[in-house]
């Protein structure tokens, strides 16, 4: 999803079911790889799968920056509110 595409929710149609549906499915993807990279990273220090896990989000065409900002900004990382709210933040941010 480009910049361009995102719109504060005051600003944009309401979604439909099927976009709703992507909504979700994206931010949950990121959500997952963010988990994967902080296990790799900070938990079990192997740096071979962190690199792998980056090369899938530059293939995957990712926004590293967003990534980053949940790895970094969010103390736990398996409390979805805490990351929902922490990505509402930064998707906010790429819209300025």
Not at 5 to 33: I, V
Not at 52 to 71: F, K, S, Y
Request: with cysteine.
């Amino acid at each position: 999803m480009t910049r361009t595409q995102l719109k504060s929710p005051a600003s944009r149609p309401a979604a439909t079911g099927s976009e709703e549906c992507r909504l979700r499915n994206d931010r949950q993807s990121y959500f997952q790889m963010v988990q994967a990279l902080v296990e790799a990273q900070f938990v079990l220090a192997d740096q071979e799968l962190a690199h792998r896990l980056w090369q899938e989000v530059a293939d995957r065409d990712m926004d590293t920056g967003r990534i980053i900002h949940l790895m970094y900004g969010c103390w736990f990382h398996e409390n979805l509110e805490e990351m929902r709210e922490l990505d509402d933040a930064y998707l906010k941010l790429e819209l300025c």
